[in-house]
């Protein structure tokens, strides 16, 4: 059965280094999002993308997020320089419709020292 | 926000009992979609319900949709120790955004 595979499963980093987390959506799939759960704490939407161009990005998503779909089956997310407060574990999905069903991945916990 | 709001936040039953989670939201939506995780994984999808449908059925699990009220309710029958995990409904209206609940953790004793 296909599926969102993410990479790392995890990643520890030093306060202020870049991140990418890498995601591999299902190749049928034209709807890719990217969210963020804190240990014990909610789903938060961080962004979609579609066509090639960002639909649409919550607060979060500041100026230190970026996603980029660079060869047609890679969808990457990168924070420029982390802060301690990104330590979550980072989803990834991926719909074949725009308002249907959403596929994880099993997700890239990241830890900021 | 659209954002939902699920309770209890923790439930506990006996194997073999139902198991009811409610899911509140706040305007209008598309659809309704009821995730499961299991701790420390991804999330998995469980059920869709769209804007015009009052209930739906997939195997032990039964959806309703009260879209006057803007809430929705899971009802798990006749629960396993293997449905212990936290539950999210997630609404959207124009697929650009879903919208996660804070999720109800639910344990099932054996």
């Known amino acids: 059965e296909p599926e969102v595979t993410q990479t790392p499963s995890h990643q520890v980093t030093q306060m202020g280094q870049e991140v990418i987390l890498r995601c591999v959506p299902i190749s049928n799939h034209l709807y890719f999002y990217w969210y963020r759960q804190i240990l014990g704490q909610k789903v938060e939407f961080l962004v979609s993308?579609?066509?090639?161009?960002?639909?649409?990005k919550s607060e979060i998503f500041d100026d230190q997020f970026s996603v980029e779909r660079p060869d047609g089956s890679n969808f990457t997310l990168k924070i420029r320089s982390t802060k301690l407060e990104d330590s979550a574990m980072y989803f990834c999905?991926?719909?074949?419709?725009?308002?249907?069903?959403?596929?994880f991945g099993e997700g890239s916990r990241l830890t900021v020292l | 926000s659209q954002q939902g709001e699920e309770d209890p936040q923790a439930l506990s039953i006996q194997e073999g009992e139902n198991a009811t989670m409610n899911c509140s939201y706040k305007?209008?939506?598309?659809?309704l979609q009821w995730y499961r995780q299991n701790s420390g994984r991804g999330l998995v999808h469980l059920i869709l319900?769209?804007?015009?449908?009052r209930e739906k059925h997939s195997g032990r699990l039964r959806v309703t949709l009260d879209t006057s009220k803007k809430s929705s309710s899971l009802l798990i029958t006749a629960s396993r120790a293997a449905d212990t995990a936290s539950y999210f409904c997630a609404t959207t209206n124009t697929g650009n955004q879903f919208y996660f609940g804070t999720g109800t953790s639910l344990t099932v004793i054996p």
């Open positions: 319900i769209r804007s015009n449908e």
């Open positions: 999905a991926s719909a074949r419709a725009n308002t249907g069903e959403l596929f």
């Open positions: 993308f579609y066509n090639n161009e960002i639909s649409e």
């Open positions: 305007t209008s939506i598309n659809n």
